[in-house]
């Protein structure tokens, strides 16, 4: 994989994770994600001081979309 591609992919996956940032605050959730220095990245969602950990940002989406929230991509 080149650096473009690399760049690409880590645009794409910023950008999903601004909407779904987005979406979750809509239907009353904070997102953040952990950092790869700290080891495998985590999504985590995080409602009335409950936490939901989620290995990955289309796991995440997912469990938004749950939610019922209109519009959330799925």
């Known amino acids: 994989m ?3 591609d690399r760049d690409n992919e880590n645009d794409e996956s910023a950008k999903r994770l601004c909407t779904l940032k987005a979406f ?13 220095e700290d080891g495998p ?3 985590i969602a995080t409602r ?4 939901f950990e989620f ?5 995440a989406e997912q469990f938004i979309a749950a ?8």
């Open 67 to 74: 939610q019922g929230q209109e519009g959330v991509p799925a």
């Open 48 to 51: 009335w001081s409950i936490g």
């Open 2 to 4: 080149s650096n473009a």
């Open 24 to 36: 979750a605050a809509l239907a009353g959730f904070q997102i953040v994600r952990s950092h790869p």
């Open 55 to 59: 290995d990955d940002l289309s796991l």
């Open 41 to 43: 990245v985590k999504v």
